[in-house]
C-alpha cells in the first residue's frame, strides 16, 4: 500500500501518493476499513470535497455503519445541497431505517436534480424505487377508514 510507502519510506517516497484514486482501488477489493483510511487522507488534502465524503459514506455503508454514513452525507448535503450522489445515498439508507417520507425526499430532489453522466441505472432505481413508495402510500387507507 502506497500509504504505508510513504510512512517508512519505501520505494514511492518521493512519489505523491493519489489517496482518493488509492481508496478507491481498495473499496473496489473489498477493504473498506483500509480504503476509509485513504479517502479520510485524501480529505486532509482536500478538506470538504463532497466527492471524498461521498465515498467515505459508502465505505461506511458497506462497513454496516449506517448512522455514520447518514451524518457522512447530511454533512455533504448541508455543504452542498444539490449534490445528487448524497441524495441517492442517503434516500436508501432512511428507507432501510423506516424513514419513507424523508426518503420519497430525497429521491425526488435526486431526480430533480442533474444524476452524473452514466449514472442511468442509479436514475432507474431511484425512479422505480419513488413510484413503488408513492404507490404504497397512495393504496393504505385513510386513518378514518381503518
Known amino acids: 500500500m502506497s500509504f504505508w510507502n510513504k510512512i517508512f519510506g ?42 471524498v465524503l461521498q465515498q467515505i459514506a459508502i465505505a461506511y455503508t458497506r462497513m454496516g455503519m449506517e448512522d455514520e ?33 424523508n426518503a420519497v425526499r430525497h429521491l425526488e430532489a435526486f431526480l430533480a436534480g442533474s444524476p452524473p453522466m452514466g449514472a442511468t441505472d442509479h436514475v432507474n432505481h431511484a425512479r422505480t424505487t419513488l413510484e413503488e413508495l408513492q404507490g404504497a402510500v397512495g393504496n393504505e387507507p385513510a386513518p378514518h377508514e381503518a
Open 69 to 101: 454514513a447518514i451524518k457522512t452525507y447530511r454533512h455533504v448535503l448541508n455543504r452542498n445541497p444539490e449534490s445528487p450522489g448524497a441524495h441517492y445515498g442517503l434516500a436508501f439508507l432512511l428507507l432501510r431505517h423506516g424513514q419513507r417520507d
Open 10 to 51: 519505501g520505494p514511492g517516497r518521493t512519489e505523491r501518493v493519489d489517496y482518493y484514486e488509492e481508496g478507491l482501488a481498495l473499496a473496489q477489493e473489498g477493504k473498506f476499513h483500509e480504503a476509509l483510511t485513504s479517502f479520510r487522507l485524501a480529505l486532509k488534502e482536500s478538506p470538504g470535497d463532497p466527492i
